[in-house]
């Protein structure tokens, strides 16, 4: 049993980034989340990890409590925030992981600092989105974000109600546990009567157009990957339904062309449970201590 996370406000640019760690190993690990998530989201991965490890977790910019962190957001700034988060805490080259968005994230931020990052594990995230030439960005990403968008400008009158509401996400209803409900609470801001999320909707709008947009530097900078890379997939997508985020296809081409990556579906998860069921996080756990 690990001890309950220790926070931490860090000084970045424009204000504090929000910072959760669980453990004091000397292995560091920094933790990226998803483009609507929280830190919390990797609580039940810490509990995991041996003793040896030390996880930090932070809240991006525009989320959580690092949610009135200003603008510009984008892959730039995140990759900056995460380099000063490196520089304020003091570590030697941690390793990095992430989830979703988070892994796009923490591929760019290793690339670009190099000299600040470490080992890099990739969950349900990180390649290229296959997105055609003469795609409409914002139409395409109200398709593909358009649910999760609509849940930033909704109110809910309890925290009950808003821990009801992701009760019966098709993802989490069968595999609802304290971490996840934990990870939900978390997320909540306002007054009672009028509860919402603590995401900045055009956080996660500007983060959106940026992954769609930003291919050919996913391409590039896998590409440039000497490193063993572990990318964890889950079979099933944000909605539990068959197929999940990275499609076999996309997955099976990018492993052909990056040898230093290596592709792994962890069975019977989606794109949420990946980080919350026990034998996911077993799993990347063991991948963790062989890139930290």
């Not at 049993?1 to 690990?29: E, F, N, Q, Y």
């Not at 994230?105 to 030439?133: H, K, M, N, Q, R």
């Not at 990318?231 to 492993?255: I, N, S, V």
Request: net charge negative; with cysteine; proline share 7%.
């Amino acid at each position: 049993m690990r001890l309950p996370a220790k926070t931490d406000d860090i000084a970045v640019t424009g204000g504090k980034l929000r910072v959760l760690s669980w453990g004091d190993g000397p292995r560091h690990v920094i933790a990226v989340h998803g483009i609507t998530a929280n830190a919390i989201c990797w609580q039940a991965l810490a509990r995991t990890l041996p003793e040896h490890f030390t996880l930090h977790a932070v809240d991006l910019r525009g989320r959580g409590h690092s949610a009135t962190l200003p603008g510009p957001y984008g892959f730039d700034r995140h990759s900056a925030d995460l380099r000063d988060l490196t520089l304020a805490l003091g570590l030697a080259r941690p390793a990095l992981v992430g989830h979703s968005l988070g892994a796009n994230i923490a591929l760019l931020a290793s690339d670009t600092y190099p000299e600040a990052f470490g080992g890099l594990l990739l969950i349900d995230g990180g390649l290229p989105p296959p997105v055609p030439a003469d795609a409409d960005l914002d139409q395409l990403l109200a398709v593909s974000l358009g649910p999760a968008l609509a849940r930033l400008s909704e109110t809910y009158p309890s925290a009950d109600a808003y821990v009801d509401f992701w009760r019966a996400h098709p993802a989490l209803t069968a595999g609802w546990t304290d971490d996840v409900e934990d990870y939900v609470r978390y997320d909540l801001t306002g007054e009672p009567g009028a509860l919402r999320s603590r995401v900045v909707a055009e956080a996660a709008r500007s983060d959106g157009r940026d992954l769609l947009a930003s291919g050919e530097r996913f391409a590039a900078a896998l590409r440039r990957r000497k490193e063993p890379t572990p990318l964890l997939r889950a079979p099933r997508g944000m909605f539990g339904q068959p197929g999940g985020m990275l499609p076999d296809e996309l997955a099976a081409y990018w492993q052909a062309e990056v040898a230093s990556l290596d592709v792994t579906t962890i069975p019977d998860c989606n794109h949420y449970t990946i980080l919350f069921e026990a034998a996911a996080t077993d799993t990347i756990a063991a991948r963790l201590a062989l890139v930290a």
